[in-house]
């Protein structure tokens, strides 16, 4: 299930018990910034605490921060996204993700929104 910040970024669980989950751009965001161009992922390794800055997406028209919904260290990045960045256009919630963490403390999944809670904030 994923579950969405304020800053609009996602983020799901391999699975409800996987101590890793999967990190991308909302569809809401990508609408905003129109064509993504670019995106700077994280290093394999960087430990984030949630609210910090995992990297950066810019579009023909704005660049923005991604900031991470919950704190862990990155294990992986998407390399596909950053050869075609405009997978974060065409598919946001899934082939677009951005990178996957290993949760530090995957209680912090709790206090973002539902997916419900999430459209109603976007609109």
Request: net charge negative; no cysteine; hydrophobic share 45%.
């Given at each position: 299930?994923?579950?969405?910040?304020?800053?609009?970024?996602?983020?799901?669980?391999?699975?409800?018990?996987?101590?890793?989950?999967?990190?991308?751009?909302?569809?809401?965001?990508?609408?905003?910034?129109?064509?993504?161009?670019?995106?700077?992922?994280?290093?394999?390794?960087?430990?984030?605490?949630?609210?910090?800055?995992?990297?950066?997406?810019?579009?023909?028209?704005?660049?923005?921060?991604?900031?991470?919904?919950?704190?862990g260290?990155?294990?992986?990045?998407?390399?596909a996204?950053?050869?075609?960045?405009?997978?974060?256009?065409?598919?946001?919630?899934?082939?677009?993700?951005?990178?996957k963490?290993?949760?530090?403390?995957?209680?912090?999944?709790?206090?973002?929104?539902?997916?419900?809670?999430?459209?109603?904030?976007?609109?």
């Amino acid at each position: 299930m994923k579950k969405y910040s304020e800053e609009h970024v996602w983020i799901a669980r391999d699975d409800d018990s996987a101590p890793t989950a999967t990190v991308g751009i909302t569809v809401h965001a990508q609408e905003v910034l129109g064509d993504v161009v670019f995106v700077e992922l994280p290093d394999i390794g960087t430990v984030l605490g949630a609210g910090d800055n995992a990297g950066l997406v810019e579009s023909v028209k704005a660049a923005a921060d991604v900031f991470t919904p919950a704190g862990g260290t990155v294990v992986e990045v998407n390399e596909a996204l950053r050869a075609d960045p405009s997978l974060a256009n065409t598919d946001p919630l899934g082939e677009g993700w951005f990178f996957k963490l290993q949760l530090s403390d995957p209680a912090e999944l709790d206090a973002l929104m539902d997916e419900h809670t999430y459209a109603g904030f976007a609109n």
